[in-house]
């Protein structure tokens, strides 16, 4: 007895109104639109993006076949990256994150005479806490990947994180 495969049934096609292309291409548009506002604003960065990320999602609903999931995965992931990308150049501010500024600053107009050693001294300073924080999040990490507990080694780094930042904001209300 030969087992025959099931019959199979023709796939039905989806209708779509004017409204559902509209609503379909409207985050894609979007997106390309707001790539040539920022163009008119002079910023090319985020012209490139909004309009490769915006071409690249408007395309993805016509994919067809079964690769067409992934495809639409990473168009999503790569449109949501977008936009987190835009949205963080947006809100930057000029690198004025600089710990102890307004301490050195106090020290430069004290000791006048000091010339290049108080700049050497608070940007060693600065590298050395970087470096350290570095190889503490190293540390934190190996802990998590070999399921140990990355708490215990993560607490060292955070006082450490939390100590600077209380000792920056009470030297600006001390020096002014």
């Not at 000091?114 to 503490?136: M, Q």
């Amino acid at each position: 007895m030969l087992i025959s495969p099931p019959p199979t049934q023709p796939k039905k096609q989806l209708k779509t109104s004017p409204i559902g292309k509209l609503k379909t291409a409207m985050l894609p548009l979007g997106l390309i639109g707001f790539g040539m506002l920022n163009g008119a604003a002079g910023n090319p960065v985020l012209v490139i993006v909004g309009v490769v990320t915006g071409s690249v999602a408007l395309v993805q609903p016509y994919l067809k076949g079964e690769r067409a999931n992934r495809h639409i995965k990473r168009a999503f992931l790569l449109t949501l990256g977008t936009l987190v990308f835009t949205f963080l150049n947006l809100i930057a501010r000029p690198a004025r994150a600089q710990f102890f500024q307004n301490a050195e600053e106090f020290f430069n107009t004290t000791f006048t005479s000091s010339g290049a050693a108080i700049p050497l001294v608070f940007n060693t300073l600065r590298a050395l806490y970087i470096v350290y924080l570095a190889v503490a999040f190293i540390g934190v990490f190996n802990s998590v990947r070999q399921d140990e507990d990355w708490v215990a080694a993560a607490r060292t780094p955070i006082l450490v994180v939390i100590t600077v930042t209380l000792a920056d904001i009470l030297t600006g209300l001390i020096t002014g």
